[in-house]
């Protein structure tokens, strides 16, 4: 585990390829960050940069081929999949643009479900106090299908905040909502991470939202191009 001096991120000189018809494609190509515990880092940057594929290796869904990553003082790149799992269980929540919920499962069941993973006796009554706080405490009877996208990305927080995380990563959580509808839910996301002291990853298009965060990155080409700890980052 990492201590509160510890950096909760310690990347160093990441790389990310994946095969393809054409041969290996280099998605990063040597990435090195550190992002301190409690901190909200905005990343922002083209299509095509390398923003989720760094994401996906936070959240150690998938490994890199080059470097080394250490996140809340466990070295990913020497865990199985198991091990990774639990990782994943234990320290990290992740939203996504698309809610990502069990269609077949009520708002109450997916929050419980990584608790119910974990072994947590107590699993719906900490979903229902988590759909309570996001506003959804009279739906957790409701199907995904039920739910407006507002309120499935507002049961996608709830699951994501559920296990109290020591890490949060944000994957365009607006991209499938209206504006106003986006506004409400990263009021809620920012208000739940305050609340909670979580790290926030957020990857956004959007420079208002990646405002909202002391610290930006922007990634181009596989690379870091600017870091607001250190020079400005230009807007998209």
Do not use: W
């Not at 947590?120 to 706080?133: G, P, V």
């Not at 991209?175 to 920012?190: H, P, S």
């Amino acid at each position: 585990m990492s201590t509160p001096d510890q950096p909760i991120i310690a990347a160093r000189d990441l790389t990310f390829e994946v095969g393809g018809a054409a041969g290996r494609v280099n998605i990063l190509r040597g990435v090195s960050l550190e992002v301190a515990r409690g901190e909200a880092l905005g990343i922002v940057g083209p299509s095509g940069s390398g923003k989720t594929s760094l994401l996906m290796l936070l959240a150690g869904l998938e490994q890199a081929t080059g470097g080394t990553l250490r996140v809340a003082g466990q070295d990913l790149g020497a865990m199985d999949e198991e091990a990774l799992a639990r990782f994943r269980r234990e320290q990290v929540g992740i939203v996504f643009q698309a809610f990502h919920l069990i269609p077949t499962m009520t708002a109450l069941e997916n929050v419980a479900v990584p608790l119910e993973f974990a072994g947590r006796a107590d699993a719906f009554d900490r979903a229902a106090e988590a759909l309570k706080q996001v506003g959804l405490g009279h739906r957790l009877g409701h199907y995904p299908g039920q739910l407006s996208g507002g309120e499935q990305q507002r049961v996608a927080v709830a699951r994501a905040f559920v296990a109290a995380p020591a890490l949060l990563l944000a994957d365009e959580p607006t991209g499938n909502l209206d504006r106003a509808t986006g506004q409400a839910v990263m009021e809620l996301l920012f208000g739940l991470r305050e609340q909670h002291g979580t790290t926030l990853v957020l990857i956004t298009h959007d420079p208002a939202l990646a405002a909202r965060c002391p610290r930006q990155v922007r990634i181009e080409d596989g690379l870091i191009a600017a870091d607001s700890a250190l020079l400005p980052v230009a807007a998209e």
